[in-house]
């Protein structure tokens, strides 16, 4: 018989390392898959890596993919640190893409434009993210259930802008009609689509990290997080604490929607987001909810979405093996993180 | 605005609820045994696609409908236990196990769909359950044709609700459910192994969640397409606090949400006026969210739901 034990202390490494063991064990479960699917395991990954991560473009892409994640991975790490369970930084994003479309489809000049979109984009992903919380402190609503629920709210308002008012007379497609070319976020590399968003996506992580571990509000956030009943003894407004939470991680999740509108697609379609905000999940639990573990997370997701599209062409693995590899290492995170605070032990074998 | 209401007191629109509400009763039942056991699975999502999924495939490849429900129900259970795995024995956070068993088994949905069937413009259909009118019952005016002129999984459906609350309120192992959901520190004192009680239950609610799958692919729309659940696992999980997790309850919860969302459908089919098909929609999540906050307040959510159990532990 094994029993888990409570540690008394976790060596500095393994807190370190434990990304990596729960990245590789994913890795390796997902493997069986390739092989059902009959290509070869060392091909398949190969090919991914190659592709995301192989040469300079390769590299942009999986940045410019990465940076939605990362301001959703940031939105539910800080969500998550005060125990508000934000699982709708779905529909924050989608909000957050709307709303800055809106803004940047009125000509006016270039840098008021992109700074008006991410205001109003964040200010979007905020107001969606207050309903769970309100919900929670006046009605006692289980914030995931309503933050879930919200998702589809979100995502069928957004079906009916652009297959009604906003879509398309002339191709008759349900696509929004495209923002001022002014507001385009600017490209950084000649060639590629690295844009401005994703540079203030990398700058957004320190800064989340900051106010976390640096400033008043985030001990606040981390206290109500850890012990509420602490945080209320100590004179903490645990409802206020909790509602600035909900304003700061949807304003998050809708600058990633605000990067996907200004920087990639330059207008808002259904499939906008592949997912980003679900993946915002994984992305912090990977990065044990520190904004700056939020970066390689966010690029290891973005790595592994890119490289499955290659890997589908090259060998015919359905692409799909990259949803697959997100639930698995989400899960494989899951158990590592128990090995910080347990350890295995025999029962009954001599200690 | 009569012709509406014409329309609600139709054969066919009770017919049309019974069956929305079916997926929706095993699901909500489902879910209301593992969170009485103090589990909250919101895995449901994946598991009831991968069900799905999986009762489509073994149906398809088979050619027997009522092997793939088996499969679909097998399926569910291995999910259930799946998250059981990471929640009841690790006490691993049952928010984000679920969201990941979700993750999961919805990628391996998708992913062993295209293995299988590769990539088709039309997705492959199955001739699905037919009807199965009942003698005698179906000929009663109104209600007969409506609710004894159906899939026999909603018959199914319709014997759960009391048997749920049978083995629930009246047998020791709904007893043991009860108790290691509300004080496991009781339970376990009185003998019963909170973490066997906890895996049977999720696992059963894992069972009857496939079978909701298993619904929406043979009997619903007799193919797999990638928005077959869209939400309906989500839904649920509102249905069994709207439904104060007694059985009873949550079966009604789920008529209600059925007779919304039915009457959606019949309001986007009536073509009223220029109101996009999308607010109709959106209304039944909305509507979940409005009633939750009216019934959140009085909802008592068994004690120990979202809690760990570690015997070691004080």
């Known amino acids: 018989m094994f029993r888990l034990e409570a540690r008394t202390s976790t060596p500095a490494w393994f807190n370190l390392a434990l990304p990596l063991i729960a990245i590789a064990a994913t890795l390796i479960l997902c493997s069986g898959l390739i092989a059902i699917a009959g290509a070869g395991v060392i091909e398949a990954y190969g090919v991914m890596l190659s592709a995301s991560l192989g040469d300079s473009y390769a590299i942009t892409e999986t940045l410019v993919r990465a940076a939605p994640m990362i301001f959703t991975g940031l939105a539910v790490a800080i969500a998550f640190r005060a125990k508000f369970w934000n699982i709708g930084a779905e529909g924050q994003l989608l909000a957050g893409a709307v709303a800055s479309c809106f ?32 919900l929670r402190i006046k009605f006692k609503v289980d914030d995931v259930v309503s933050s879930l629920l919200l998702n589809s709210v979100i995502y069928y308002a957004l079906m009916a802008l652009i297959e009604g008012p906003w879509k398309d007379t002339f191709s008759g497609y349900p696509i929004s009609p495209p923002i001022e070319d002014s507001a385009n976020f600017p490209v950084l590399i000649e060639g590629t689509r690295l844009h401005l968003g994703v540079v203030v996506a990398l700058i957004a992580a320190p800064l989340c990290w900051f106010l976390i571990a640096r400033t008043t509000l985030g001990f606040r956030i981390r206290v109500t997080g850890e012990n509420p009943e602490a945080a209320r003894y100590g004179g903490i407004n645990v ?62 997701l973005a790595a592994v979405m890119t490289g499955a599209e290659a890997m589908s062409r090259a060998t015919g693995v359905p692409a799909f093996l990259s949803d697959v590899i997100q639930g698995t290492a989400l ?19 001599q200690t | 605005m009569s012709a509406v209401f014409e329309q609600i ?25 593992s969170e009485r056991a103090g589990v909250l699975n919101l895995g449901i999502e994946g598991i009831m696609l991968l069900s799905a999924m999986a009762g489509f495939t073994a149906a398809s ?50 992913f062993l769909y295209r293995l299988i069937f590769g990539q088709q413009s039309v997705p492959p259909s199955i001739d699905g359950f037919k009807l ?18 159906q899939f026999t999984l909603v018959y199914m459906a319709i014997i759960a609700v009391p048997l749920a609350a049978f083995v629930l309120y009246r047998t020791p192992w709904g007893l043991a459910v009860r108790m290691v959901g509300e004080n496991p520190r009781a339970a376990d004192s009185a003998g019963v192994s909170v973490i066997a009680t906890r895996f049977q239950a999720v696992i059963l609610g894992g069972a009857l969640m496939g079978l909701a799958g298993a619904f929406l692919t043979m009997a619903q729309f007799n193919a797999f397409t990638f ?88």
Not at chain 1, 108 to 124: E, F, K, N, R
Not at chain 1, 239 to 266: M, W
Not at chain 1, 331 to 349: D, E, K, S, W
Not at chain 2, 132 to 149: H, K, R, W
Request: aromatic content about 10%; hydrophobic content about 60%; glycine content about 12%.
């Open chain 2, 9 to 33: 007191f139709q054969v066919g629109f009770l017919a049309a609820i019974i069956r929305i509400a079916t997926p929706l009763a095993f699901a909500t039942l489902g879910e209301m045994f």
């Open chain 1, 331 to 349: 899960l494989a995170m899951l158990v590592a993180l128990l090995f910080t605070a347990y350890r295995i032990r025999r029962v009954g074998a």
């Open chain 2, 227 to 314: 928005g077959v659940v869209s939400g309906r696992g989500w839904v649920a999980i509102a249905l069994v606090v709207f439904g104060r997790w007694d059985p009873w309850r949550s079966a009604g919860a789920a008529l209600l949400f059925a007779f919304v969302d039915a009457l959606q459908l019949r309001m986007q089919a009536s073509g009223l006026g220029h109101i996009p098909y999308e607010a109709f929609l959106m209304l039944p999540f909305i509507f979940t969210i409005v009633a939750m906050a009216f019934m959140s307040r009085n909802a008592v959510a068994p004690s120990a739901l979202l809690k760990p159990f570690r015997r070691e532990e004080r």
């Open chain 1, 103 to 134: 803004v940047g489809a009125i000509p006016m000049p270039g840098t008021l434009a992109m700074l008006l979109m991410a205001i109003v984009g964040a200010a979007a992903g905020a107001l969606v993210a207050l309903v769970p919380a309100t």
């Open chain 1, 239 to 300: 409802q206020r604490v909790l509602l600035s939470t909900a304003l700061l991680s949807g304003a998050l999740a809708g600058l990633a929607g605000v990067g996907e509108v200004g920087g990639v697609h330059f207008q808002v379609m259904s499939d906008i987001s592949p997912g980003y905000g679900y993946s915002g999940i994984v992305v912090a639990m990977l990065a044990r909810l520190n904004p700056l573990g939020v970066v390689p997370a966010a690029i290891f």
């Open chain 2, 61 to 110: 490849l088979s050619g027997s409908l009522w092997l793939g429900v088996l499969v679909a129900v097998l399926v569910g259970a291995l999910m259930g236990a799946l998250h059981a795995l990471f929640t009841v024995a690790l006490g691993l956070s049952q928010h984000v196990c679920g969201i990941g068993v979700t993750l999961f088994s919805s990628g391996l949905a998708y």
């Open chain 2, 132 to 149: 199965a009118p009942i003698p005698l019952l179906s000929d009663i005016p109104v209600i007969g044709p409506a609710v004894f002129n």
